[in-house]
Each structure stands twice: as structure tokens, then as C-alpha cells.
């Protein structure tokens, strides 16, 4: 869990263990995503729970669920839907939620808020092609952008959304993380080194087994392939 961070990017709390209340503008001093199962294994409603700094001799520690309509009443409208919401990530002033929504077919999903308390729905392309699924599994900021990464079951690989401000996405190529026969899957994003650090599994540059993989990027729009060393990655 990590620090509050006000508006301007300063630290006004000390996240787990802190005492000090979050100041104004401040996004929460931690939020976590998760799924409560209700009754049959196909329905699933999305939940958020949040921890302000302040209110006690240890922060962070008392949570409040969050109940928003923004998360709930499709579960509930259309039959056998889902809704999940599976990584959360800030930038400072603004917490972005991913995951997906759908039934036989899902599509990616994106919510948005700048205190973790209401929320609201951001804009998401759907598939380019009708009857196939996305779901965004995992999200991370570099700056005041975001990079999402999730699944295209019929693409048997990888996909990258970007956004400039955690509101309007754009899918990224299918070759950004390198060609469709290298078959990239990532398993994993986070804000480190150059800017943003994917790992994950790919094909062997010289042959067909699939390896460990790492690609870096300095903007979330461009991606390279660390060069593969057996020594460190099989």
C-alpha cells in the first residue's frame, strides 16, 4: 500500500502506519478491488474498499466498503453478467480501476475517481470485432498517463490500452510488444525503471519454447523486448 499523495505530488501521509489525515485533493491512503461472489458462480458484483491516513493511532487500517451504482446495477439488469474489477492503480490525483464486464462475451472496463469514494465510468473502445471478448487485468500509471494490460482470447495474446489522463482509451497496436508470432503474454505491469516494466512469457528469439519475457517503455506508447539472456530467463 502506498503513501497519500496530494494534488501536487507531494506525500501528505504515511499510508500503512501513518497518522496523518490526507489532505485536500488528496487520493485515498489505499485502495483494493475485489469481487463478492452472490450465489451462483457466474454472478459476481465488483467492490472497492478504502482506507483513509487519519482516524486512529494506526492509519490505513479501518476500511470502508464502497457501494456505487457505477459498479452494481448492470450485474443485476442483465441476466447472467459480470462485472469484476481486478487492479487499481493513481497517479496522484486520480485512481483508475480496470477489469471487465459481459456475459458470454466481455468487454474491457475502466472506472474512475479523485477520492476513491464515487465513481464513474471512463470511455473504452469495444472489440474490433463483434463476438469476441478483452478484459483488462492489470493497470499502472507513468506520470499522469495510464497503461492497462489484459487478455484478447481470440488474439491468443497480450493486449496494451493507453490513456493521456485515465478517461479516454486507446488499444495500442497488436505489434507493440513485438511480432504476433512471438505469441507475448504479460503477466505483470508496474511503474519501475525507464518508466513502466511488463513481465511475462513470449517465444524464444531462436526457436518455438516460450521463455520469460520483460519489456521496458519511457512512455507507455512504445514498448522494446529486453534482449532475451538464457542465463536469467530459461
Do not use: Y
Not at 502506519?17 to 488528496?26: F, L, R
Not at 481486478?86 to 497517479?91: E, P, R
Not at 513485438?178 to 505491469?189: Q, Y
Amino acid at each position: 500500500l502506498d503513501q497519500t499523495v496530494d494534488g501536487d505530488g507531494g506525500h501528505t501521509g504515511q499510508g500503512i502506519g501513518g497518522s496523518e489525515a490526507p489532505g485536500p485533493g488528496s487520493v485515498p491512503c489505499a485502495t483494493i478491488c475485489g469481487m463478492r461472489r452472490l450465489g451462483l458462480p457466474s454472478l459476481m458484483i465488483a467492490a472497492l474498499l478504502i482506507a483513509g491516513c487519519g482516524g486512529g493511532p494506526v492509519g490505513g487500517l479501518e476500511w470502508d466498503r464502497i457501494d456505487d451504482p457505477a459498479f452494481g446495477e448492470r450485474v443485476f439488469s442483465e441476466g447472467g453478467d459480470r462485472l469484476l474489477i481486478l487492479s487499481v492503480a493513481s497517479n496522484g490525483t486520480l485512481l483508475v480501476a480496470v477489469g471487465s464486464e459481459g456475459g458470454l462475451f466481455t468487454d474491457a472496463a475502466v472506472w474512475v475517481s479523485s477520492d476513491g469514494r464515487a465513481w464513474e465510468r471512463a470511455d473504452v473502445p469495444a472489440p474490433d470485432d463483434a463476438g469476441t471478448s478483452e478484459e483488462m487485468v492489470g493497470v499502472a500509471a507513468i506520470g499522469q498517463a495510464f497503461v492497462a494490460h489484459g487478455w484478447a482470447p481470440h488474439l491468443h495474446d497480450s493486449v496494451l490500452w493507453f490513456s493521456p489522463d485515465g478517461h479516454a482509451w486507446t488499444r495500442l497496436p497488436a505489434t507493440v510488444l513485438g511480432e504476433p508470432a512471438d505469441e507475448p503474454e504479460i503477466e505483470a505491469l508496474v511503474a519501475a525503471g525507464p518508466g513502466l516494466v511488463a513481465v511475462g512469457s513470449a517465444r524464444h528469439p531462436d526457436g518455438d519454447a516460450r521463455v520469460g519475457a520483460v519489456w521496458v517503455s519511457e512512455t507507455g506508447r512504445d514498448w522494446r523486448r529486453v534482449e532475451h539472456d538464457d542465463t536469467a530467463f530459461g
